[in-house]
């Protein structure tokens, strides 16, 4: 096709609102972008003189679908700052609440927003009709990654007992052994899961990217660690302005990010990437069963590597609360915490890729300064320059079905938008 626009105002299935802008001219690829078009919502201007204690209950707002990731990014920063010390129970705890809202969140993606594409229907209600254990399966995970964070943390949607220095409330044995055997039910759902998604045909596209996440030593990390590149480096999350360069563009209201390369891709396939050989064993089956041989470079890859994490966090869960229950539950006094002047920096994998929080404190206890680096953020410039590489490949094919794989490589994304104009 020699000469093309294509514009599609609010994709669909994605988080928040944006346009994809795309333009042929002579069959060369003279624009391809998503535009952020989400007004801003200032929440690092909102924190500014907000007592310690108030801090991550009001950054967890920034989204609803990853309220705990904000929350526990916040609560390191946080505690960073005050100097506190958070014991082996608190951070196992959260490390639970991390692995619960990456089941819940990788499961409306892949189901609700991403399966429709690769099944060539229009929605979720078009899976409904053709497979709707399918569907089952879906809320069925989603019901107990919410059943986490309530048990953990009191409820998911900004979680309410998650506060500097551990926990307000500590969950009952009783509870927690209920929970694992919820999460043990769940096995025969994602091996399912696994088995739809081997089957599915993914679009054959490779580009080859700087993968940015965290790793720790001991384990798959959601939770904390140092900050690593594809390229080589590994930096202290306190040094992350000296690598990561945050930049306005002119067509989004969220800022985009750079480190080696032009662009980098933060979430699930850069985790497996970087991380895969720390995945459990059940893990590393389903990557071997989706035929996924790390590095992958297809974007498209994305919604799969997310798979192989909910496979990942269903046996971490349940090792972890053995881990908790053998430890022996003990209530923690969080009631009086000292305040003080000082800088820290928190960092977590939320669902879609590596958040970082920045507060700086005064010797009062009120936030300062405070900057938020948002995983959608991040991958904007790289989502921009797939769909540039993309649309060169598919130029010679029909406008719609230009227009609709444009649409599945945002959705690969799995693009949080309003989190990333924050």
Not at 201 to 214: A, G, H, K, M, W
Not at 357 to 369: A, F, I, L, M, P
């Amino acid at each position: 096709m020699s000469s093309l626009e294509i514009k599609v105002d609010h994709v669909t299935r994605v988080e928040g609102h944006g346009n994809i802008v795309a333009l042929l001219r002579e069959g060369k690829v003279d624009r391809a972008i998503l535009q952020v078009v989400e007004a801003n919502r200032f929440f690092e201007s909102i924190l500014l003189g907000q007592t310690f204690d108030q801090v991550a209950h009001i950054a967890s707002r920034i989204c609803g679908i990853c309220a705990v990731s904000h929350s526990c990014a916040s609560l390191q920063a946080t505690e960073t700052a005050l100097g506190i010390e958070v014991s082996r129970q608190t951070t196992l705890l959260r490390r639970l609440l991390m692995n619960g809202e990456q089941l819940s969140s990788h499961a409306l993606h892949v189901y609700f927003l991403a399966a429709p594409d690769f099944l060539n229907l229009d929605s979720v209600l078009g899976l409904l009709k053709v497979d709707p254990e399918a569907v089952d399966r879906a809320f069925r995970v989603k019901s107990t990654a919410y059943a986490i964070a309530k048990v953990i943390a009191g409820r998911h949607t900004h979680p309410i007992a998650c506060v500097p220095g551990g926990f307000t409330a500590i969950p009952s044995p009783e509870a927690l052994e209920d929970l694992k055997q919820r999460l043990a039910d769940l096995w025969d759902d994602l091996w399912k899961s696994v088995d739809l998604y081997k089957e599915l045909e993914i679009p054959d596209f490779q580009r080859e990217t700087e993968y940015v996440c965290l790793r720790q030593s001991e384990c798959y990390t959601f939770y904390g660690g140092r900050i690593v590149s594809s390229d080589g480096d590994s930096i202290d999350a306190d040094d992350y302005t000296q690598a990561i360069s945050e930049y306005v563009a002119t067509h989004s209201t969220a800022k985009h990010a750079r480190w080696h390369r032009d662009s980098y891709m933060v979430g699930a396939l850069a985790r497996v990437n970087n991380n895969g050989q720390q995945l459990r064993s059940e893990a590393r089956q389903a990557l071997a069963a989706l035929g996924l041989t790390p590095p992958c470079c297809n974007p498209f890859i994305n919604t799969s590597a997310q798979l192989v994490e909910m496979v990942h966090c269903l046996a971490d869960s349940i090792a972890t609360i053995d881990e908790i229950l053998g430890l022996g539950l003990r209530a923690e006094d969080v009631s009086e915490l000292p305040a003080r002047a000082g800088r820290g920096v928190g960092v977590v994998e939320a669902p879609r890729g590596l958040l970082i929080h920045d507060y700086t404190y005064d010797e009062q206890g009120r936030c300062v300064g405070a900057n938020c680096v948002i995983p959608t953020g991040q991958n904007l410039a790289n989502l921009d320059a797939d769909m540039r590489a993309h649309l060169a490949e598919i130029a010679d094919r029909p406008e719609q079905e230009i227009r609709k794989a444009l649409e599945m490589l945002v959705r690969a994304y799995d693009p949080c938008i309003s989190c990333s104009a924050h």
